[in-house]
């Protein structure tokens, strides 16, 4: 053969080695990662309670696309083992979507209610408002309240973040302020079940519903700051008054929505910031998608360069100055406890946290 075709030819053969070597990485990593997926999944989800039980199902999970794996780079074909496990795995897709959340469970205590709201007029009346006396977290008096509050008495809206793991993650609560001196916060949280345990990472396998909470701060903040040993920031948020009212009849929205339909808590697309934008970009046109409301520890910062916290301070001194965490477990189960941790918070008079 001559020289000039063996030249031809060599250039082709490369090409093609290394299209099939990018295919075998391209298959692999597609394996590997839906064969992690699905051992999660079953871990999660799979049938039987013994832990030796809900092991055997990711196990062989595993076992299967490691097998797959050997049979692809090795010497014979591996087309019909592909087959078998992408079968497998669209078998797997089809049970998954079969799992769908409920309103009845054995809930825990803290969210064995989710708010309900009507309103009357320009008054919303809640259901299901949580005034817990916390001494532990497994030591409490649970206690559900009735309570009124007037919209055209609606002044404030203050953002709570409370830090329970690192910088980066953070719970986020919104709470509306009263002329008449009265709070209500709402959190949205998963709603585990009385032998459950909150996991980040259970978080994406459809291991929690959504519940949305509405409660007193001596209950909601006091049981972050002063039992579980949570850092807690809170932020006055710069609002007009139109704007308050319609983020507060969202989340009526939202309890309404829960109550029809009850949805899976998802650690990442379906959280409590997540959430609270979806509600508040209904109200605020524009308002732009960021990863730091997946990163809910670095909310401030976005709020704070849309122009959405109190103006005229840097985010340091709004940092500063909103950490209540302290006054918190000073003020303890004082009946002031809201104005006491609000002294010293930017964006908030002096006459309004005495």
């Not at 007037?150 to 609560?173: C, F, K, N, Q």
């Amino acid at each position: 053969m001559r020289s000039d075709t063996m030249a031809a030819i060599a250039p082709q053969t490369a090409m093609a080695a290394l299209a099939r070597s990018l295919s075998l990485i391209l298959v692999s990593l597609l394996i590997l990662l839906s064969s992690a997926w699905a051992a999660l999944a079953l871990w999660y989800q799979g049938p039987g309670a013994h832990p030796a039980a809900r092991a055997i199902a990711p196990a062989l999970a595993l076992i299967a696309a490691a097998t797959v794996l050997l049979r692809l780079w090795g010497a014979r074909s591996a087309t019909g083992a592909v087959l078998a496990y992408a079968l497998a795995f669209a078998a797997l897709l089809a049970w998954w979507a079969t799992l769908q959340p409920a309103q009845q469970r054995d809930w825990a205590d803290d969210v064995a209610r989710i708010v309900r709201g009507r309103v009357e007029g320009n008054v919303v009346a809640l259901e299901n408002v949580r005034h817990f006396d916390w001494r532990s977290d497994t030591d409490y008096t649970p206690r559900w309240e009735s309570r009124r509050y007037d919209l055209d008495r609606l002044e404030s809206v203050d953002m709570a973040l409370s830090y329970w793991m690192g910088p980066a993650i953070a719970h986020t609560l919104v709470s509306f302020g009263f002329g008449d001196g009265h709070f209500v916060t709402f959190s949205v949280e998963i709603r585990k079940e009385r032998h459950e345990s909150f996991s980040a990472i259970a978080g994406f396998f459809k291991q929690y519903e959504t519940a949305l909470i509405a409660a007193d701060e001596r209950d909601i903040l006091r049981v972050r700051t002063n039992v579980r040993g949570e850092d807690v920031y809170l932020y006055r948020i710069a609002m007009p008054p139109e704007a308050m009212r319609s983020l507060f009849l969202a989340y009526l929205d939202e309890a309404d929505a829960l109550a029809r339909a009850p949805r899976f808590y998802h650690t990442l697309t379906a959280n409590c910031t997540t959430v609270v934008y979806e509600m508040a970009r209904r109200i605020v046109e524009g308002l732009p998608m960021d990863w730091r409301l997946l990163a809910s520890g670095y909310l401030p910062e976005y709020l704070h360069g849309v122009g959405g916290l109190a103006p005229g301070r840097d985010l340091p001194a709004l940092r500063a100055g909103g950490r209540i965490t302290g006054r918190a477990q000073q003020a303890d189960r004082d009946a002031g406890f809201s104005r006491a941790i609000r002294r010293g918070v930017p964006g908030i008079p002096a006459e309004a946290a005495p």
